[in-house]
């Protein structure tokens, strides 16, 4: 219970007021609100009405100017009675009557006053009405409902909470008398001040010298030193730290633009803040097979770590094993024959983290090779089983950051980013395009770069040397014959983003089948509806006869997708591409499809049961794809329906016969958190060629 003085006299006789109190006459029971209550949440006023520098200058400033809240409109209506309590009970707005002061625009609303306890006369006419105001332990008492007037008692006082009592300097003997006097005649003067101001009279504003000002509550008084009634701006602005143009400039609050918060609000709600947080609810995680040290999906609190590559490069070791099992039946035919099997592929990363930006990664897959599954196959009407086994690492490598590494040897902060990595390392550019394998080499990257010059507001730059075991058509099955050295940038700038590369691509045994490989692209979005991405694979350098060239001619690919209303879920595309000669990726894994994988499902292997496909090389071919992708609402499913075609414009290319057509669709959709089902159907028609076509069905695990 907090007991409140309020002191009710009319706004003419406020000036002639003698604040001295006889304690004598009264018996005075003050109590301090809760220490933990965090004054800075009472509501602002959208206005604050015009004060004086030196008393908006006070510091400290544990409450904010209270006197402002009888000239804010609708203060006591809006911010706290139609806002919900925070246990979502709906507050009735309040249909207080309400008065005009005589400054323009100052309109006070009538809450209703706190009941009357005790009254107390005074040996010099003054009278003192005690009321009591009940509060609550919680906190955030601050927001609770001003209670509804009744609509008949007519508005004559401005009434705010109850505040603490104001605050004593340390170690000063104050008497009871001084903690009720403290400030008070400022208060008075100030709120005479405030409601007295000269506008022409109305209908609708009566005369406010009939009206009663209760005890207007205000900031704590300011304590010590530390603020000065006479100090002036320049004085406040320099001992604030403030940039001296700060005196120059005039801001009122109308200068900004609309506060964020939600319609009919006007201070910040803690319990909508806290609800972000609140509402939350765990999500369901597949844990690696093998998870030591920190869990895969832990909290997100870092532990310290050890000092072993010294404090700024800290050790915290961790290994996981995780990855996925794939299992499918198929049935039909590819360009290759029947495709009736039951295959399995599992898919194993081993992850062995040493400090946040060095590890050593490795994955195997123990069940397939050069691009052979374990599985049962239909052949002839008998089943055959095919067991491969593959213990071989097809990725081991080693990565980190040179700067970090430099950093923790030297007991300083990293002076640089240089990421480099060396091994058995997958190499990926222009999503897998370009380049899509894991050679054996070495790579580093220059991140995070930016050229004024250029007009580059972002670029990355990778330099790799692949020495050994590059898979490509232009050597054969001879994953040793070719090394390959080269670079690739990836560029934001000129409104959109820029992919480009270049490497060398050296024959051990046959230097004329060494050639230059080179690629750009340009990917942007257009009137905001059109998404584009244009990409140009070159090849060129081979000396060797025409027929004979096996990297040679070039591949253009052109990417559309169309923006709908809904984006997320409803994705319209149309792909197209034009190759000549016998354009080739610098290097692609057996598993990884054709160079036109991404123009479209047609065009794209599944990795797995071998599905027919269209021819996907682009070797003197044209042609493309138009499709939607269809997502779940809840992005929980996808239905992808597909038509391809392709045609023919020389005679390097034996696959193609004819125009070929392809129809296809995919249906997948999760079974669990961590599984899986996908459908996949195709059929196509090949010219002089016979038909491909197949239906698959796809189990996957991940974990």
Known sequence: MIIASLIAVPCGMANAIDPIIDMSQIDAVSTLTPSHVDWLSVPLPTQFPTRSFASAGLRPRPLPPMDAFAAAQSVLEGPLQQQPTARGAVIAPNSAPGVFGRRPGHFVRQPTPA???????????????????????????????????????????????PRRLPMLESGAETEADDILSQGFND????????????????????????????????????????AAEEESPRDFIASAGMSPIASQLDCTLNDFSATPLPGGTEYNNPYAAQWIYDSKAAVPTQAPWIEWGRLFYGDGITPRGRDWFGPYNMVRPQFYLYGDYRTGISAGRNAA??????????????????TDTERFHGFIGPLDRAGKVSGIQLKDGE???????????????????????????????????????????????????????????????????????????????????????????????????????????????????????????????????????????????????????????????????KDDRTADGGLLLVENSWITSAPLTVVPYANFFYGWGRPQSVARAA???????????????????????????????????????????QLDRQLLIEASYLTEHGNLNPGVDGDQFGLGARYQFPVSNATLLRFDVMHGWRGDLPSVYGTRMEYRWKF
């Open 115 to 161: 009941p009357i306890v005790a009254k107390v006369e005074m040996k010099n006419g003054m009278q003192f009405d005690l009321r009591a105001t009940e509060t609550m332990s919680d906190p955030d008492w601050l927001r609770l409902p001003v209670p509804a007037p009744p609509s008949e008692l007519h508005a004559q006082v401005a009434m705010a909470r």
């Open 187 to 226: 208060e008075v003067e100030q709120s005479s001040e405030l409601f007295s101001m000269e506008s022409p009279a109305t209908e609708d504003s009566p005369n406010v010298d009939d009206e009663t000002l209760v005890g207007l509550p205000r900031r704590l008084p300011p304590i010590g030193d530390l």
């Open 337 to 354: 024959g029947r495709t009736d099997n039951w295959s399995t592929r599992l898919n194993l990363d081993m992850d062995l983290r040493i």
């Open 383 to 545: 089943l055959d089983y095919q067991s491969v086994i593959n213990p071989n690492f097809v990725t081991a490598f080693f990565e980190g950051d040179l700067g970090a590494m430099w950093g923790g040897f030297h007991d300083q902060s990293s002076p640089m980013e240089l990421p480099f990595t060396v091994g058995l390392v997958p190499l990926l550019f222009q999503n897998g395009i370009w380049m899509e394998d894991a050679v054996t080499g070495a790579a580093f990257a220059l991140p995070a770069r930016h050229s004024r010059l250029l007009n580059w507001a972002n670029y990355d730059v990778t330099f790799f040397a692949a020495v050994d075991q590059i898979n490509s058509a232009a050597f054969g099955t001879d994953e040793h014959a070719a090394q390959a050295f080269g670079n690739a940038w990836f560029i934001e700038a000129y409104g959109g983003y820029i992919e480009t590369g270049y490497a060398f691509v050296r024959d051990r045994n046959n230097a004329a089948k060494s050639y230059h490989n080179m690629t750009a692209s340009f990917t942007r979005r257009y009137f905001d509806r059109i998404s584009n991405s244009v990409r140009v694979i070159v090849n060129s350098g081979q000396n060797l006869a």
């Open 591 to 633: 598993n990884s499809g054709g160079i036109l994988r991404n123009t479209g499902i047609n065009f794209d292997t599944d990795g797995l049961n071998g599905l027919a496909t269209l021819d996907p090389t682009g070797a003197d071919t044209a042609g493309g794809s138009i499709g939607v992708d269809l997502i779940g609402n």
